[in-house]
């Protein structure tokens, strides 16, 4: 909750940042804490482990991650403020959240899925050494991008 502002003012906001993600872009602070109260009920405890990323130097915020575990997989979802866009952080926390998610206990798959037009995502989880295994047709909403379910790609990386 302390991040808040910072999640916020970074990206919260930034209609870009939020086309190919599952929540609008966020019109006040509340909505953010709003959000990141019900994110970590429903993401959070012994199954969850949500992260925000930061500069080594400074400690700028410059996006959020989770991971999700249902042994024997577990999914991870990841976002930048786009003012950290093609800089390789993308693929640089998508490695590490792929290794940490493979390291735990009976977690033998960590996968995700992108949009099929979200060439960023999908170049960062390629970059990490993820493997592309194919397209979900119709499968999951993007509210702004219209009412209808889109497709997505699936990326895994296994043991």
Not at 17 to 29: D, L
């Amino acid at each position: 909750m302390d991040d808040a502002d910072a999640i916020y003012r970074g990206y919260a906001t930034d209609p870009e940042v939020a086309r190919y993600v599952i929540w609008k872009p966020h019109e006040s602070v509340e909505r953010t804490r709003t959000f990141l109260e019900h994110f970590m009920k429903d993401h959070g405890g012994d199954t969850g482990y949500p992260w925000i990323m930061t500069l080594r130097k400074g400690g700028g915020l410059v996006g959020a991650m989770h991971l999700r575990v249902s042994v024997p997989w577990a999914e991870f979802g990841f976002n930048l403020a786009r003012r950290y866009w093609d800089q390789g952080y993308g693929s640089e926390a998508v490695k590490a959240v792929v290794d940490f998610g493979l390291g735990l206990p009976g977690v033998h798959r960590v996968q995700a899925t992108c949009h099929v037009d979200n060439g960023a995502s999908a170049r960062a989880m390629d970059k990490a050494g993820m493997k592309l295994e194919g397209v979900l047709r119709s499968y999951m909403m993007f509210p702004n991008l219209g009412e209808d379910p889109q497709d997505v790609c699936m990326y895994a990386a296994t043991r």
